[in-house]
């Protein structure tokens, strides 16, 4: 009788520390913090209308306003024009003003704020997407492999 209670403690002791865990998880789940909401005027495109503009990529630019890092990290789009969402003001001389523009950012929100500032200044853009978005969606990225550093030559 006596292995039986301490099999019972035990059962209950391993048990215990289970189903406080699980709630515990629960409860930060509960508590994580939402996704940002997306507040801009610029219109936050779904996968279905941005591969609908990447089917005439003559009519359309991709700017892409995330950090170099965030692009060889998560992949992006085969052709865009990288200019990080700090730099786009100073970068308006080289953005083209005859193309629907796309903003790209990771859940759209910096493609938004991008997407607003490029409007204002008279630029024809027609939405923001965000990468990881667009693959949650079904898309594909283009994954970027940032080659290998090379040796330092030798010194003689």
Known sequence: MKKLTNLMLLMTALATPVAFGAAHDHDKKADAPAAKEYKYK???????????????????LIIDVRRPD?????GGFPVYLS??????????????KDRDIVTVSNHANRAGAAG?????????????????????????????????????????
């Not at 610029?42 to 359309?60: G, H, M, S, Y």
């Not at 965030?70 to 998560?74: A, F, N, P």
């Not at 630029?123 to 923001?128: L, N």
């Open 83 to 96: 200019v990080q969402s700090k730099e786009i003001e100073s970068g308006l001389a080289f953005i083209p």
């Open 42 to 60: 610029t219109p936050k495109l779904n996968r279905a209308q941005l591969d609908a503009l990447l089917a005439k990529p003559e009519q359309l």
């Open 116 to 156: 607003d500032l490029l409007t204002a200044k008279g630029f024809k853009v027609v939405g923001a997407v965000g990468a990881q978005n667009y693959e949650e969606e079904g898309g594909k990225l283009a994954k970027i492999a940032v080659p290998a550093p090379k040796p330092a030559p030798e010194q003689k």
């Open 70 to 74: 965030e692009l060889t990290k998560i």
